[in-house]
């Protein structure tokens, strides 16, 4: 048999984490590294167990106990800081007493590289903890690049939510679109009409059958709107049952008041959903811009508004026209002031 | 080709010759973007036209310039990062020309679509080496011509590296010799700081 400090020499050299141990439970020989973790003391003739607390297995305080851990294996770590918690196998030396205990940093080796500035001499050649280091880094800035990507991305997605024209659950343009159609239409000085249509009975749909079912109404007027309207003419969302249509180059009341009526007459229809009936049907203000210039957007809007508003305080499911004399009955009051006035009454 | 490759030469050109030259670059070159994202993949074509843009650009040849991209790799402070991780190759820099054959696949542990042409080392006689490096990366033997000079200045070793020739299959041979390992200081490299 190989004399203990010649095998203390080479284990030093393979396992670098080894302490050897004798029948006693005494440290006789650490390894450099394992030494090297405590500079200033000295670890031969120490009590293992004195050292190291155990966690695995636990109430262990005799050398006996040590070497009868199942498969020699340990948790262990030191009891003074920094408190490096270790992995490691107990191997009794047959014959003469005493054993091996081989360690390892295992998962902690991060903490314990910088706890106690080690370096890759540090390690047997054949460990793999510098591989898991580089591995460590490596993933860390490839994470990094990621993540940065995913942020840059994150905020196109908002940037294109914010610039986006349509409405993503109708598909019908939306306040934004509608207001620069507006915007466009009042300066090249076009005639068109704006038609401001609220959805009625639309809240009881939604308290009643759900979200879900208010969905679906909302598609299913959306496409009977762009079945009424021209393919150049604008069909826009612009709250959650309210709706603004734009008719380029139509002001002939006669028509317009036409539209409207077959607009409600197909909400009123009643809509399945699954086994469910849906009734809506809705109130519309029209204003004209004649075109001839000085109109102002925010002006036609109010027009359709007041327009809207009589319309619910003449009962739902009616349209009318922009009058001056709305102007003057209810100045400054939108559709918002008209629910207030007339609230929903609940369909059973 | 990958992000990562063409966000390096993007970093090259904005830090050692202005955001401007790379904008005319990229412009010159067709691209219709200015910024290239590190973990997405790009069409070959375009850092090939990149490439041929950044040369009438800057009014450099080629070599020099991917030469001086692998310099700019291990020595400029924005990309420590990657400097650590050639590192950990070896102890010493003789270590570290050793673990060049490994960096392809270290290179794909890291970011699996990664795929960097073969590297081979041969040791002739005590302290001369060279370093083939395989075909699918135009340029790349000129790179690595430029990571070897910036290591040997890491690791404070005096060496000189002389790219000699591209053999007929497009792979390009580095000869290094060692003159000194430990010649200079060289610079730190502690395992457990990471970078930044």
């Given at each position: 048999?190989?004399a203990?400090e010649?095998l203390?020499e ?11 141990l ?15 973790l405590?500079?200033d ?5 120490r009590?293992?167990?004195e050292?190291?607390?155990l966690?695995r ?7 006996a ?15 003074d800081a920094?408190?490096t ?14 054993a ?6 295992g ?12 370096t890759?001499?540090?390690f ?13 880094e ?14 840059r ?5 908002i940037a ?22 507006l915007?466009?239409?009042t ?5 068109f009409?704006?038609?401001h249509?609220?959805?009625?009975f639309?809240?009881?749909?939604n ?6 079912a208010?969905d679906?109404?909302l598609?299913?007027v959306?496409?009977?709107m762009l ?6 003419d604008?069909?826009a ?18 028509r ?10 197909g ?17 519309i203000?029209i ?6 210039g000085?109109?102002?957007p925010?002006?036609?809007l ?10 619910k305080?003449a ?10 004399a ?22 059973q | ?9 993007q ?9 401007d030259?790379?904008?005319?670059a ?21 850092s090939?036209?990149l ?5 009438e ?11 001086d991209l692998?310099?700019y790799?291990v020595?400029?402070?924005?990309t420590?990062?990657l ?5 950990f190759?070896?102890?010493t820099y ?23 042409p ?14 083939a ?9 000129s ?7 910036a ?14 020739r591209?053999?007929?299959?497009g792979?390009e ?16 490299f502690?395992?457990?700081?990471s970078a930044?």
């Amino acid at each position: 048999m190989m004399a203990r400090e010649h095998l203390g020499e080479v284990l030093g050299r393979l396992c670098p984490l080894h302490a050897l141990l004798d029948e006693a439970g005494h440290v006789t020989h650490a390894g450099p590294t394992l030494q090297k973790l405590r500079p200033d003391l000295a670890m031969p003739g120490r009590r293992f167990l004195e050292l190291f607390e155990l966690a695995r297995p636990r109430a262990v305080d005799t050398m006996a106990g040590l070497v009868a851990a199942p498969g020699g294996l340990l948790r262990l770590r030191f009891r003074d800081a920094p408190r490096t918690a270790f992995k490691g196998q107990i191997v009794p030396l047959p014959g003469e007493g005493g054993a091996i205990v081989n360690l390892s940093f295992g998962i902690s080796v991060l903490d314990a590289v910088r706890d106690h500035a080690l370096t890759s001499a540090d390690f047997s050649p054949t460990d793999l903890a510098i591989e898991l280091l580089y591995l460590v880094e490596a993933k860390t800035a490839a994470m990094e690049a990621s993540r940065s990507l995913n942020l840059r991305l994150q905020g196109a997605k908002i940037a294109a939510e914010e610039q986006a024209f349509t409405d993503t659950l109708t598909g019908l343009k939306n306040r934004r679109a509608a207001d620069h159609v507006l915007r466009r239409l009042t300066g090249a000085g076009h005639p068109f009409a704006l038609m401001h249509l609220d959805l009625d009975f639309f809240k009881a749909v939604n308290d009643s059958l759900g979200h879900a079912a208010g969905d679906h109404v909302l598609q299913r007027v959306a496409r009977i709107m762009l079945a009424e309207t021209r393919s150049y003419d604008t069909v826009a969302r612009v709250g959650g049952d309210e709706f603004l249509l734009i008719f380029h180059r139509l002001t002939d009341r006669a028509r317009l008041g036409e539209i409207a009526k077959r607009l409600i007459a197909g909400f009123e229809a009643p809509i399945a959903y699954g086994t469910q009936i849906c009734r809506v049907s809705a109130s519309i203000g029209i204003a004209f811009s004649d075109g001839q210039g000085g109109d102002d957007p925010a002006d036609l809007l109010h027009r359709a508004d007041l327009a809207l508003y009589a319309a619910k305080r003449a009962g739902r499911g009616r349209a009318r026209m922009f009058e001056p004399a709305m102007a003057r009955r209810e100045p400054g009051k939108g559709p918002a002031a008209a629910r207030a006035a007339c609230p929903e009454p609940r369909r059973q | 080709m990958h992000g990562l490759i063409n966000r390096a030469i993007q970093s090259f050109v904005c830090d050692t010759y202005g955001a401007d030259c790379w904008r005319r670059a990229t412009r010159r070159a067709g691209l219709g973007f200015t910024q290239f994202e590190a973990m997405l993949n790009y069409d070959d074509g375009q850092s090939r036209r990149l490439l041929a843009a950044l040369g009438e650009v800057l009014g450099r040849d080629r070599a020099g310039m991917l030469e001086d991209l692998g310099t700019y790799l291990v020595s400029h402070p924005r990309t420590e990062a990657l400097r650590r991780l050639l590192r950990f190759g070896g102890v010493t820099y003789v270590d570290f020309l050793h673990s060049l054959d490994d960096l392809p696949d270290r290179a794909r542990l890291a970011v699996a679509d990664l795929q960097l042409p073969a590297l081979e080392l041969r040791e002739h006689a005590s302290g001369r080496f060279s370093l083939a490096c395989g075909p699918g990366l135009p340029g790349f033997g000129s790179v690595m011509t430029g990571i070897l000079r910036a290591m040997a200045d890491d690791y404070g070793a005096l060496a000189t590296i002389e790219r000699e020739r591209a053999s007929a299959d497009g792979a390009e041979v580095i000869a290094i010799t060692l003159v000194e390992t430990a010649f200079a200081a060289g610079r730190r490299f502690d395992l457990g700081a990471s970078a930044r």
